[in-house]
Nanobody, 123 residues
Framework: VQLQASGGGLVQTGNSLRLTCAAS????????MGWFRQAPGKEREFVAA????????FYADSVRGRFTVSRDNANRKMYLQMNSLKFEDTAVYYC?????????????????WGQGTEVTVSS
């Protein structure tokens, strides 16, 4: 499985941005796809994820209500719509996939990772 994240950039506080994760390879084996982020000097943290088996989605408290994760099965893509962006959303965002079922919040429970895409929110 190969994952490629894109869509990052520089935006002002309150604006929106949509990230895209394109998957290729043995994507049929993926059960969970998610987004993580890592701010400068901080550990990588869970942002959002969805389960392909039951369609459930989960969000970190810090982004719930502002971010929406969605998928395009036909094109094997996952999106992260980020609205009402805050300065503290500034980070490198990574997409990840997990082969086993069940959404997990720990990065070590994910099997494949894309390269990061940088999001900078200016005040």
């Amino acid at each position: 499985v190969q994952l490629q994240a894109s869509g990052g950039g520089l935006v002002q506080t309150g604006n929106s941005l949509r990230l895209t994760c394109a998957a290729s390879g043995r994507t049929f084996s993926i059960n969970v796809m998610g987004w993580f982020r890592q701010a400068p000097g901080k550990e990588r943290e869970f942002v959002a994820a969805f389960s392909r088996s039951d369609g459930s989605t989960f969000y970190a408290d810090s982004v719930r209500g502002r971010f929406t994760v969605s998928r395009d099965n036909a094109n094997r893509k996952m999106y992260l719509q980020m609205n009402s962006l805050k300065f503290e959303d500034t980070a490198v965002y990574y997409c990840a996939s997990r082969l086993r079922d069940g959404i997990r919040y720990n990065q070590y429970d994910y099997d494949y990772w894309g390269q990061g895409t940088e999001v900078t929110v200016s005040s």
